[in-house]
Nanobody, 120 residues
Framework: QVQVVESGGGLVQPGGSLRLSCVVS????????MGWYRQAPGKQRELVAR???????NYADSVKGRFTISRDNAKNTVYLQMNDLRPDDTAVYYC??????????????WGQGTQVTVSS
């Protein structure tokens, strides 16, 4: 079993900051890529940022320069620092982990999501 748990969401005013965290635990051999996705009401889930096991990152154009993804391999944790938040960043943010389980099966796992609301 693999568990993916996000935290750090909340309500913030425009221009504010939040830091999301995601911890992956369970029957893990190694984690390849970890990423943050978001889904706003009535819209499809979209990639926000992704980081691989060589710390190579990629970002959606809409968040470049404002969001930073990082990971702590020792803690199986990925972070998303979000600055200069805008109302259109409002969404449920999901963490995804692409990993190799201890039974040597590669699989992707999603967390339950954390709500981020940007509003005055």
């Amino acid at each position: 079993q693999v568990q993916v748990v996000e935290s750090g969401g909340g309500l913030v005013q425009p221009g504010g900051s939040l830091r999301l965290s995601c911890v992956v635990s369970g029957s893990i051999f190694t984690i390849y890529a970890m990423g943050w996705y978001r889904q706003a009401p009535g819209k499809q889930r979209e990639l926000v940022a992704r980081i691989n096991n060589n710390s190579v990152t990629n970002y959606a154009d809409s968040v470049k320069g404002r969001f930073t993804i990082s990971r702590d391999n020792a803690k199986n944790t990925v972070y998303l620092q979000m600055n200069d938040l805008r109302p259109d960043d409002t969404a449920v943010y999901y963490c995804n982990a692409d990993l190799l389980r201890r039974d040597r099966i590669r699989s992707g796992h999603w967390g339950q999501g954390t709500q981020v609301t940007v509003s005055s």
